[in-house]
């Protein structure tokens, strides 16, 4: 199993690439002028360990592994009321 440094060094690794593959898209959103009116949702179809539990990856049906990150970018002036916000029927009671 990788150590602590190397899940984190990892972790980053997997961002960064995710950041790298996005920017493409979001300066094409914004040369075309419409990074405004585009709503944005990015997902993943699991959570990772880490080293919670001294686990690695997923496996099992622990906190880490099932909770999946979520990230909605919704231009539309509406949203502002509610920017920041956890709904906390969908975040499991958090």
């Known amino acids: 199993m990788k150590s602590g440094n190397?899940?984190?060094?990892?972790?980053?690794?997997?961002?960064?690439?995710?950041?790298?593959?996005?920017?493409?898209?979001?300066?094409?959103?914004?040369?075309?002028?419409?990074?405004d009116s585009t709503l944005i949702v990015l997902t993943a179809d699991h959570g990772d360990y880490l080293g919670?539990?001294?686990?690695?990856?997923?496996?099992?049906?622990?906190?880490?592994?099932?909770r999946i990150p979520l990230i909605v970018c919704d231009p539309e002036f509406y949203a502002e009321s509610t920017r920041g916000t956890v709904n906390h029927k969908i975040c499991g009671g958090r």
């Open 6 to 35: 190397a899940w984190v060094s990892h972790l980053y690794g997997t961002i960064k690439q995710i950041d790298d593959h996005l920017a493409p898209v979001f300066e094409m959103l914004k040369s075309k002028k419409l990074m």
């Open 52 to 66: 919670d539990h001294w686990l690695g990856e997923k496996d099992l049906f622990h906190e880490p592994s099932v």
